[in-house]
């Protein structure tokens, strides 16, 4: 059985230098010759946009990118060539949008896929959020302002994460999404940090900016 890599960052890109070297090894070691899928949702100025993601990728030898834009409807070639990637980002922004079009769906079934495959995930923001088996969004996270729990990836289990954790005052929902979803570990991620699991387990950090509660 091959090693499972997940990264997960409590803000936007780029990925820190650490991590980013660290991800792109893991892809030109996988399958796909190092072909990088990025699942976003399009908004104006998004090709821009896409070279935070890349940009450290690139500096350490990565060359290829699969850009795959989110939609309520599959393609099914689309699908196809995510499934010949050798790493997956998962990006930031709104989160019931990304649970929705992911979570569930064959695309979140190829993600899953590739990641027990070996092939690294990463996952920023809305990216982080639904890659834990309880996708918990925050009330300043959705258009109901209240705290959702919702079923997520499950890439990783009995855990919930928070991003932004300082910036948006996370520790409350946080230590109330323990309680209600009765899991062990709470991880709270700011902006500026990332988390590296190896099989499940946090493994290295980037940063001195995240915080663990346990149940």
């Not at 650490?18 to 699942?39: H, M, P, Q, R």
């Amino acid at each position: 059985m091959k090693n499972r890599h997940l990264f997960l960052f409590g803000g936007s890109p780029p990925f820190s230098k650490k991590f980013g070297e660290k991800f792109a090894d893991l892809s030109l070691n996988s399958k796909g010759k190092g072909k990088v899928a990025i699942l976003f949702i399009e908004r104006d100025g998004w090709e821009e946009y896409m070279k935070l993601y890349t940009s450290k990728l690139e500096e350490n030898n990565v060359e290829r990118f699969f850009y795959l834009p989110l939609t309520p409807t599959l393609d099914h070639a689309a699908l196809q060539e995510l499934s010949s990637c050798a790493g997956v980002i998962i990006s930031g922004g709104e989160t019931e949008l990304y649970r929705n079009y992911i979570v569930d769906t064959p695309i979140g079934k190829c993600v899953k896929e590739l990641y027990e495959n070996g092939a690294p995930v990463a996952g920023f923001s809305a990216g982080a959020l639904i890659s834990p088996s309880n996708c918990v969004i925050s009330p300043i996270d959705n258009s109901k302002n209240e705290h959702l729990f919702l079923n997520g990836l499950g890439l990783l289990s009995d855990c919930v994460i928070s991003v932004h954790f300082s910036k948006w005052i996370e520790e409350e929902n946080l230590k109330a999404a323990l309680a209600k979803v009765n899991v062990r570990i709470g991880y709270g991620i700011d902006d500026d940090e990332g988390l590296y699991f190896k099989n499940e387990i946090l493994s290295e950090t980037e940063g001195d900016n995240y915080y663990i509660f346990k149940e």
